[in-house]
């Protein structure tokens, strides 16, 4: 079974300027999640889908980031205009089925640097 | 009050002994409890999930669960080098929120 795919694997930009990210869940998983890992702290939820809904965006900076999840499957974070503090890890995570447990598979992640 | 805390590391143990990571939680109806394993560069990976009171063990590793405490832990037996990583303790709230706390981070010394 194939895992969690993201791209790209690394990014550096200026601040102001735009970015986006892309993530390919595990087949068949229902839900993804976009998280922001600062060095030294643990994952950030930013949103989660339910398919393509949304069920939490509550932690997202709605002036600056987006994201969308057509189709139910893949999903794209968007970021624009890029701040110094926007640097971070960007993991993307999918869980098979919205249940009790809620495990969640995490795909290599995203190294984003703002200049 | 953080609503996941973890032991402040880092922690170092060395090889073969017992590794014992703590967590914390504020939210006295969370339903469940996650360990994940972060190493230096890499994504979060799942060890073991828990969500009755009492233990749970797979091979080296042992979650415990004391709800009445909203206290959950880790044990690691006969750590080995390979353990040396960012254990993540992840909860999943009343409110269907999963939250991780900030981690721990273990040193395994040969």
């Known amino acids: 079974e194939a895992g969690v795919a993201q791209s790209p694997r690394y990014k550096i930009i200026e601040k102001r300027q735009s970015v986006a990210f892309w993530c390919n869940p595990i087949s068949g998983h229902a839900t993804l999640y976009w998280y922001q890992q600062i060095l030294g702290q643990g994952p950030k939820l930013l949103i989660q889908f339910q398919n393509n809904g949304v069920v939490d965006d509550s932690q997202l900076p709605k002036d600056r980031f987006s994201a969308e999840r057509l189709k139910g499957v893949d999903s794209t974070l968007k970021i624009q205009p890029a701040k110094l503090e926007d640097s971070a890890v960007y993991l993307c995570a999918s869980s098979p089925r919205r249940t009790s447990y809620n495990e969640q598979f995490f795909g290599p992640g995203t190294r984003l640097t703002v200049l | 009050q953080k609503e996941v805390e973890q032991n402040s590391g880092p922690l170092s143990v060395p090889e073969g002994a017992i590794a014992s990571l703590n967590c914390t939680y504020s939210?006295?109806?969370?339903?469940?409890f996650f360990w994940y394993r972060q190493y230096s560069g890499k994504s979060p990976e799942l060890i073991m999930f828990?969500?009755?009171?009492g233990d749970k063990e797979d091979g080296r590793f042992t979650a415990q669960l004391n709800k009445a405490s909203q206290y959950v832990s880790l044990l690691i037996r006969d750590s080995q080098p390979s353990d040396s990583a960012t254990y993540l303790c992840a909860v999943k709230t009343s409110y269907d929120k999963v939250i991780f706390g900030p981690g721990t981070s273990l040193s395994v010394i040969p």
């Open positions: 828990i969500y009755s009171n």
């Open positions: 939210d006295r109806g969370s339903q469940s």
